[in-house]
């Protein structure tokens, strides 16, 4: 089953808006990821924030971790029409012998209209 | 930066077909992982390899095998190709060690099984 959450599902704005995407997930975490996934392509990350950080920023990208209430937020600032795409959050584990291992989320679609 | 390559962008099999679908990568990363995404259901877990023949079953690996003979390449092997098998599937690759590493996606294989 999945392990992230994302909400919403679908998201619309405009050019310039914000755009916020929420994930909560159940189990604890080593670290948790935001991917970006353009119509038809792989996945590309954007993001990680450890288990013991409460926020990052990468550019436009900004991410909360709340690991009390096991959730996670995505904001993008200033949206530009090329940001259209999905939006995965992973949640991170370590496994015996692979170290790094990746539960993903349903995503959310985001498009921005210009 | 890394490169993960599929071999096929689209892929159309017939039923009962042996299919094969390669994956390589050029970062020297221990792990490998095969995803298949599908509408709803998000990324899941085929199978994993976290060193030249070593490989464990993710959630979904009925109807699948793998095959790792070298670091760089990680095949999934459809024995007996069915419909349901239809998808988009995802390969990707990480390091193992340290702990926090995001995983590097291929452009996918869209498959198709008639």
């Known amino acids: 089953s999945q392990q992230g959450e994302e909400d919403p599902q679908a998201l619309s704005i405009q050019e310039g808006e914000n755009a916020t995407m929420n994930c909560s997930y159940k189990?604890?975490?080593?670290?948790l990821q935001w991917y970006r996934q353009n119509s038809g392509r792989g996945l590309v990350h954007l993001i990680l924030?450890?288990?013991?950080?409460r926020e990052k920023h990468s550019g436009r990208l900004r991410v909360t971790l709340d690991t009390s209430k096991k959730s996670s937020s995505l904001l993008i600032t200033a949206s530009r029409a090329a940001d259209t795409a999905s939006y995965f959050c992973?949640?991170?584990?370590?496994?015996?012998?692979?170290?790094?291992?990746?539960?993903f989320g349903g995503g959310t679609r985001l498009m921005v209209k210009p | 930066d890394v490169k993960v390559t599929q071999s096929s962008r689209y892929l159309v099999k017939r039923t009962g077909e042996k299919v094969f679908l390669e994956c390589v990568q050029d970062?020297?990363?221990?792990?490998m992982f095969w995803y298949r995404q599908d509408p709803g259901l998000g990324l899941r877990l085929i199978y994993f390899s976290y060193d030249v023949k070593m490989k464990e079953k993710g959630d979904i690996p009925e109807g699948y095998s793998v095959s790792r003979e070298k670091k760089e390449r990680f095949s999934l092997i459809l024995e007996s190709a069915s419909t349901n098998q239809t998808s988009m599937y995802l390969c990707?690759?990480?390091?193992?060690?340290?702990?926090?590493?995001?995983?590097?996606f291929g452009d996918g294989t869209r498959l198709s099984i008639l």
């Open positions: 970062m020297d990363h221990e792990n």
């Open positions: 992973a949640t991170g584990y370590g496994k015996n012998n692979a170290g790094n291992m990746l539960t």
């Open positions: 924030i450890r288990s013991n950080e």
């Open positions: 189990t604890s975490i080593n670290n």
């Open positions: 990707a690759s990480s390091l193992s060690w340290p702990l926090n590493q995001p995983q590097h």
